[in-house]
């Protein structure tokens, strides 16, 4: 074994195979090889994390980088930062929130002149359904698109409306001609109903577990009736779990997702007027938190993703009822997800399953999501052990809002590499485009 730009050892490295104690060794940003810990290997640069765990990068297919049109709240230079220095080495964007959003090729192209040089991390697109642009779905496709998402309820900004059910199954049938994806946010708008006051509690109220059973059960029907392929985003009540392993079971081609705060926060301990927890589909109970890791570890919930969506201060008023809903997390994913996971007793190896592999497979990404030969070199080495309390002035985001402030959290990322290269403050991410 000689040759080598870069060997990381780690006695936990959490390969395909679970953890264990092993040397990888990276050629021209690829893993060229993975061998015993001790292997004699020449390289350029040999780095020993001893105790430290070595894992894949992450990869979160759930981010609202806002970039261009609303950068000032989020943009791809702190977006992409704030990935790093959380273990994250790939995001997948999410069309909306961004002005235009990605419902045509001439607004994925504006996005992609925005973006071009800012990136820390390597970027992939998701491209926008809404009403009348059944046109352009192909040619996103073609252009490089991962899938597409729509909403089944109001999106909150009027440029990206909502699909009927008519509709939705239309893109469905136009997306089956090519195996497209399609990613929803899934709330049936027949059940929600404007908050009755200013408390969490009402909130809640407002968008029950219900409404996303609804609409879940609408979108498994629509996958059967069309063979297209369908993923529900964010699942934040467990009630969805039930018609999902049963459409799963039958065969219908649909995944589903949920979220670290899904996972690790409650209802019960939001304080009245923390509107930095606020986001749709809500926050819910305790118990209904358990039951979100029993379908995790169940495998009837496949991902694990951020849904980073940011917004400036301003707009997180005290009130539940009037304040922007969206938990910014993006750098806090992997501690927040390991606290928790952890202490159900669950590995390092199921998380990487969680955060990395099982993301990667669902959206089409070659090339990322473990440690073996041929892919990507994206390593994070890991403190499993350290406990920190989280600053949210510290944090890369560029509005310092998040739930988890002054939360402890288990483990922190000490380095990322990105295809062998570390994250040191200097862009190098690319775009990932037709990688379906």
């Not at 001893?50 to 230079?77: C, I, K, Q, S, Y």
Request: hydrophobic share 40%.
């Amino acid at each position: 074994m000689s040759g080598y730009d870069l060997v990381v050892r780690s006695r936990r490295t959490v390969t395909p195979d679970g953890e264990r104690a092993a040397s990888v060794a990276v050629r021209d940003g690829r893993i060229a090889a993975v061998g015993a810990y001790g292997d004699a290997i020449e390289a350029a640069e040999d780095i020993d994390l001893r105790d430290l765990a070595l894992l894949p990068g992450l990869v979160d297919t759930h981010v609202h980088v806002n970039e261009p049109g609303r950068t000032h709240w989020e943009g791809f230079a702190s977006a992409t930062r704030a990935a790093a220095a959380g273990g994250v080495t790939t995001i997948v964007d999410m069309p909306l929130n961004s002005l235009p959003p990605t419902v045509t090729v001439d607004a994925l192209d504006a996005k992609l002149r925005a973006a071009d040089g800012q990136c820390h991390v390597d970027v992939g697109f998701w491209g926008g359904a809404i009403p009348g642009n059944v046109k352009d779905l192909r040619p996103l496709h073609d252009r490089g698109v991962h899938g597409f998402k729509c909403f089944l309820s109001p999106s909150g900004v009027e440029e990206f409306p909502p699909l009927s059910p008519s509709e939705v199954r239309q893109a469905l049938t136009e997306l089956a001609g090519f195996d497209g994806l399609m990613v929803v946010h899934a709330e049936d708008p027949a059940l929600l109903a404007e908050p009755a006051g200013p408390t969490y509690r009402e909130f809640v109220d407002s968008r029950p577990g219900a409404a996303e059973r609804s609409a879940v059960e609408q979108v498994i029907r629509l996958g059967r009736e069309t063979g297209a392929r369908v993923h529900i985003l964010h699942v934040s009540s467990a009630d969805c779990l039930e018609p999902l392993a049963a459409a799963q079971a039958e065969g219908v081609r649909i995944t589903a997702e949920t979220c670290p705060h899904y996972l690790t926060l409650a209802a019960e301990q939001v304080p009245e007027g923390e509107t930095a927890y606020k986001c749709c589909p809500p926050i819910r109970s305790a118990a209904n938190r358990d039951r979100l890791w029993d379908g995790l570890a169940g495998g009837v919930l496949s991902c694990v993703v951020s849904d980073h969506s940011p917004a400036p201060a301003d707009l997180k008023v005290p009130s539940f009822a009037a304040a922007w809903g969206g938990i910014a997390s993006l750098q806090l994913g992997l501690p927040a997800v390991w606290t928790e996971a952890s202490r159900r007793g669950h590995g390092l190896a199921d998380v990487v399953r969680w955060m990395s592999t099982q993301p990667a497979a669902m959206a089409h990404i070659s090339g990322k999501g473990g440690i073996k030969v041929g892919n990507d070199a994206d390593l994070v080495a890991f403190d499993a052990t350290a406990v920190n309390p989280v600053d949210a002035a510290r944090l890369h985001h560029k509005n310092p809002v998040t739930p988890y402030h002054g939360h402890l959290l288990k483990g922190a990322v000490l380095t990322t590499w990105l295809r062998g290269r570390p994250t040191d403050g200097v862009p190098h991410g690319a775009f990932l485009l037709g990688e379906q």
